[in-house]
């Protein structure tokens, strides 16, 4: 009876991964909700496979992962764990900084999975041609909005079509209720990236050019100067605290977001409930309205001494269609498309007015155009941030503002301004 | 015992003793000084490394953003630093005056700010200057118009100023206080008996019997200056468009975040080469004995 069992259970299992026989240790480095349910998933991977030891560590915040992983490769991969989260942002510069120093998870079999992943997660995750990450985690971007008020202004969200339909909301919105339609903080690139991230270009070209001056770019400009000059922006937001509370506080009452702040809201604004939508990307000059902000990946160091379990268990993690099932009830929004046809993922959602938000966000994975971070992405980032300050604060014209923000990133990286 | 002997004995226990201070000095104070100096001559991104010879610098040079951040501090220094002497310096004299009442009282209160962390009054500051901040919402119970102090490239430095001159006045004005015990109560006197004003007695024998302390508290708040990071991280980020940005800030950036370590080491020790000529200018202008 007990072999029956065995047996039985052996099968059930293998319809959902293939195991070969793994044991040892390790280690894995994650943050905040992916910890809880990394750690429901060793669990029950360890029942099937009762030699090994998988340790999740909780390391705080993302910031702290890539200082410890950074510190860990310039030591050769001393002290490094043998798996590690990281974001879609940040995971080209570890790649381009250490080519040699992550696995290359084509070779173990990873390719096997490439079907079950939008093109720009798979993009993203390839280096020459190869796995050297495995997609987690996306953050689709949707407008969320306050349906209560746009009522009261007469707006009917959905004929808001373009960014110039957006701005003839906001402001009937800003004159009947005093609110601020948007909020841009000039500390932080969101907006830039939820905008010309629906663009086949981003802060560079696919060549790693410097892409400040593109059309598409003066286009986004273009549009979030319009905003202010509408004064349908609000600008006293600082920090992820001060974004929030201009939501919650209906200082604000729409936002283009990732996925991922349906979350937020719902747990900082319960009473709001009902009274939340989410509605489609005003469309790009190109009619394109697919963007992504936010996700993250799973990378195995080659110091690693157990490359084979961490790659057989993150394999198991990543696509089995249960545990990202539960990393979507878990409050992450996974970019392993199978999980999209799961009854929980088309169902409609309370808080946001019995809205199927998540089926909506969904539909839109799959035409996420690819992004080049580059290695050089945090300076991009902090050059942007100071066009968008010089253009929402200080009126500067936009073509200057970048041009200038363009000359100093190519100072600091050595990189190619690209012509257009 | 031979002296010579027992001399020998109480050098090697000197060297024993002082040894656990000093050899961590050695590893984490001097061998990265020297390391960081020859890592200036080097591309460094990850595993790619090469030397560049005096490629580092001359990019230094033509660094626009590290000027700008050089220029924002020199800003910050000009107006902050005479601010917060003078300030400490005049606070020092009341308190040493004999006939104060409550003195470890408001001794206390003036030197606290000094003992709290960095980062917290940072952060404080940074609650009560946002835009929906604290300041703010006094200033609208005056029916003006709320003040966006910290997107205001000008405004945004005074803060800065502030918050600086909060945290570090007490401190400089310990340093005054102890050297005014040792200006001997003669001279005091005799100006007494000549008449001087209180003004007059802290220009005429305050300020130039505590000329060495001041070229101290001087460099002191120089250099600090120069090294400022935590408050421009946590207050303003550097922003609005680099105008609180200071050169540690961005040495900070270029090593840490962007991983360029050969140029972040450059930074540094452009930062060095900054300290001892402002250093060298306070002595001259400040060091010379009458």
Not at chain 1, 89 to 94: E, K, L, P
Not at chain 2, 108 to 135: H, K, N, R
Request: aromatic content about 14%.
């Amino acid at each position: 009876m007990k072999k029956i069992k065995s047996v039985l259970a052996a099968l059930l299992f293998t319809v959902s991964y293939n195991a070969w026989a793994a044991d040892g240790t390790i280690e894995i480095w994650a943050w905040n909700i992916n910890v809880p349910l990394l750690e429901k998933a060793a669990e029950e991977y360890k029942k099937e496979n009762p030699k090994t030891e998988i340790r999740i560590s909780d390391i705080g915040g993302p910031q702290d992962v890539y200082t410890k992983l950074s510190i860990g490769l310039q030591a050769k991969g001393k002290g490094l764990a043998d798996v590690i989260l990281v974001e879609d942002t940040h995971i080209r510069g570890f790649f381009e900084n250490w080519p040699s120093n992550f696995t290359n998870l084509s070779a173990l079999g990873y390719n096997d999975n490439e079907k079950y992943f939008p093109a720009f997660k798979v993009a993203l995750n390839k280096m020459d041609g190869n796995f050297y990450g495995m997609p987690f985690d996306a953050g689709p971007v949707g407008v969320f909005y306050r349906p209560s008020i746009f009522k009261e202004a007469g707006i009917e969200p959905s004929t808001i079509e373009t960014w110039d339909d957006y701005i003839k909301a906001g402001e009937a919105i800003r004159e009947k209720t005093g609110a601020y339609m948007t909020d841009v903080r000039t500390d932080d690139d969101i907006l830039v990236r939820a905008m010309i991230g629906t663009f086949n270009t981003h802060y560079f070209d696919i060549d790693g050019n410097i892409a400040f001056n593109s059309p598409e770019m003066i286009e986004v400009f273009t549009d979030i100067k319009k905003m202010n000059d509408a004064d349908i922006l609000y600008k006293g937001a600082k920090g992820w605290d001060g974004f929030v509370q201009a939501l919650v506080n209906t200082r604000t009452v729409a936002t283009p977001s990732g996925a991922w702040l349906a979350g937020t809201i719902e747990s900082q604004a319960p009473e709001q409930s009902g009274d939340w939508g989410v509605m489609a990307m005003p469309k790009n000059s190109q009619g394109k309205n697919a963007s992504n902000i936010g996700g993250s990946n799973f990378v195995i160091p080659s110091s690693s001494q157990n490359v084979e379990l961490a790659y057989d268990f993150m394999q198991y993690f990543t696509t089995s269609r249960p545990w990202q099932e539960a990393a979507f009830l878990g409050g992450l929004f996974p970019s392993y498309l199978p999980v999209y046809e799961t009854q929980s993922f088309n169902q409609p959602v309370a808080y946001f007015n019995n809205q199927p938000i998540w089926a909506d966000f969904a539909k839109t994975v799959k035409e996420i155009p690819q992004v080049n971070f580059t290695i050089d992405y945090s300076l991009a980032r902090e050059e942007i941030i100071k066009a968008l300050s010089d253009t929402v604060l200080k009126n500067t014209p936009i073509k200057k503002a970048l041009n200038d923000a363009a000359k100093r990133l190519a100072n600091q990286t050595g990189r190619k301004i690209n012509k257009y | 015992m031979k002296p010579n002997n027992l001399n020998r004995q109480k050098t090697v226990a000197a060297w024993v003793f002082i040894s656990p201070i000093l050899i961590l000095f050695l590893c984490f104070m001097l061998y990265p000084i020297i390391d960081s100096f020859f890592m200036s001559f080097y591309f460094i991104r990850g595993e790619r490394q090469s030397f560049v010879g005096l490629g580092n610098y001359i990019r230094l040079m033509q660094d626009t953003i590290f000027w700008r951040s050089v220029w924002n501090m020199f800003v910050i220094l000009i107006i902050q630093v005479p601010t917060m002497l003078l300030l400490a310096m005049i606070l020092a004299s009341i308190l040493n005056n004999p006939l104060l009442k409550l003195k470890g009282f408001f001794r206390l209160s003036l030197f606290l700010p000094t003992v709290t962390s960095l980062v917290a009054y940072a952060i404080i500051f940074f609650m009560l200057l946002s835009f929906e901040g604290i300041v703010n919402s006094m200033v609208k119970s005056f029916h003006i118009m709320p003040i966006n102090w910290l997107d205001n490239p000008i405004l945004a430095k005074m803060s800065l100023v502030l918050a600086i001159t909060w945290r570090w006045t007490g401190y400089n004005m310990i340093i005054f206080l102890a050297a005014l015990q040792n200006i001997p109560s003669s001279l005091y006197e005799a100006a007494n008996i000549d008449g001087a004003k209180a003004w007059q007695k802290f220009f005429y024998i305050t300020v130039p019997q505590l000329k060495p302390v001041i070229l101290f508290t001087a460099i002191l708040s120089t250099i600090g200056t120069i090294q400022l990071f935590d408050e421009p991280m946590n207050l303003t980020k550097g922003g609005p468009s680099d105008a609180t940005l200071s050169p540690t800030m961005y040495l900070y950036n270029t090593a840490f975040k962007a991983s360029n370590v050969g140029y972040g080491a450059t930074i540094a020790w452009g930062i060095v080469v900054l300290v001892i000529i402002l250093a060298a200018v306070q002595f001259k202008f400040l060091g010379r004995d009458d």
